[in-house]
């Protein structure tokens, strides 16, 4: 009988030192989603001069597809967008620091955010292309000796820094780095520069509001699909706008949104 009492104390004993460990190794839980409802505010960094997704009107008010996409799914949350300007070069240091709650302006997914960040569903398709305002220029070849543009931070200076365009580069004149596409095309509209590599939707989105017939695309370098960046550690936060985003594109205010800054729904979303 005594036996038989020790042997229940050690299983029990052993049953607790088991249950001890694996509450120990269990991940803290992910409060990202419950931090925002009780702030009542999603936090969301943008560069504000990256038409048609997010930049400055006439009335310096911050509008764009990606500030009415957020909008829509923040009525979903029950909470206020906020549209937080930020240095896009230094959108990982804002993220991960806390100022604001994600990264929602036309940030292309690659391998080395998904890495480090919590992406979103892809929800836009884009290319990479080639702005020019010279009709000799029928392609990427036709640029050698010549001196092109691109936004600091943008998945365009990835594009031309990478190994596959490694002896493009090379064969330009120089690349000259700027702060938003907007000063860069000015700068093309200038002569200062012989091209611009940029997002395809920007580049349609600059056209059509300069009204300048001598702006036009070539080449495509790079496909770039958009997502939506959260800390690591907020996968509650993402999942909860992935499915207000699948419930918008859905009830068809994704589309209604593409059309009104596209003229088309060309959003990815499933």
């Known amino acids: 009988m005594r036996k038989t009492v020790i042997w229940?104390?050690?299983?029990?004993?052993?049953?607790?030192?088991c249950a001890g460990a694996q509450a120990a190794s269990a991940p803290a839980a992910d409060g990202s989603l419950d931090a925002v409802l009780a702030k009542g505010e999603l936090i969301l960094g943008l560069d504000d001069s990256f038409p048609p997704m997010g930049f400055r009107d006439d009335n310096n008010d911050i509008v764009g597809y990606d500030i009415d996409l957020a909008g829509a799914v923040c009525v979903k949350l029950g909470v206020k967008?906020?549209?937080q300007p930020i240095d896009w070069a230094a959108k990982d240091l804002e993220l991960n620091s806390g100022n604001i709650d994600c990264i929602w302006n036309g940030m292309s997914d690659t391998?080395?955010?998904?890495?480090s960040m919590a992406c979103s569903i892809d929800y836009l398709n884009n290319k990479i292309v080639l702005l020019v305002n010279n009709k000799d220029y029928k392609s990427k070849e036709d640029l050698v000796g010549k001196t092109i543009g691109v936004q600091s931070g943008s998945t365009a200076e990835d594009v031309i820094n990478s190994d596959q365009y490694k002896d493009f580069k090379a064969s330009l004149k120089d690349v000259l780095s700027y702060d938003d596409y907007l000063t860069a095309i000015m700068d093309l509209q200038n002569g200062n520069t012989d091209a611009v590599l940029i997002d395809q939707v920007v580049a349609n989105y600059r056209m059509n509001t300069l009204q300048d017939p001598s702006l036009f695309t070539i080449d495509n370098l790079a496909d770039d699909m958009y997502c939506v960046g959260f800390r690591k550690t907020d996968v509650a936060l993402r999942d909860a706008v992935n499915q207000a985003l699948i419930e918008l594109a859905k009830d068809g205010s994704v589309a209604r949104i593409s059309e009104k800054w596209f003229g088309a729904d060309i959003s990815t979303i499933q």
């Open 111 to 115: 391998p080395d955010r998904e890495d």
């Open 8 to 17: 229940i104390l050690l299983i029990a004993m052993l049953s607790g030192v």
């Open 81 to 83: 967008l906020v549209a």
